[in-house]
């Protein structure tokens, strides 16, 4: 079955839709987005992305990422991902947004409007070994210096958005 991806225009306006890595070849502007959720003690679940992914292979990013499918609500799609991804569900809250562009390996050009939301779990996750090849807990502060440290071992997404995470989770005590 072929995977498309919402268009956007630069206000997250709905424009149509596009075949996901042909939307990646040619950079076009597209909806994504990206889940971060915390355990009780604080510590965010990151995954380390399946080296059989088309972009971003082998990278630690947040709990799980993706795109909307055209026709389906923001809900259905993070809760359908993040069960498909990491093999559990809990309750999700968007908490801002943000554009970016950038070029990637094999010729192709993220340029997302990306969605964060943000939940907590107090289990064990399942990851779905075609999506993830490993997985840990870490505090925010922690990662956002080993991202500084080591930013080539993070998903692009991930470094420009940690902080704001960070900013949120010490606002609201999420």
Known sequence: MEERVILVDESDNEIGSEEKLEAHRQGKLHRAFSIFVFNPEGQLLLQKRSTKKYHSDGLWTNTCCSHPRPGEP????????LIQEMGFECDLQ????????????NNLIENEIDHVFIGRFDGTPKPNPDEVDDWKWMDLESLIVDVKKNPQIYSYWLRICIDQVLEFWVAERF
Do not use: V
């Open 74 to 81: 923001f809900e259905t799609e993070i809760r359908r991902k």
């Open 94 to 105: 968007r908490i801002f947004h943000f554009a970016y562009k950038t070029e990637l390996k």
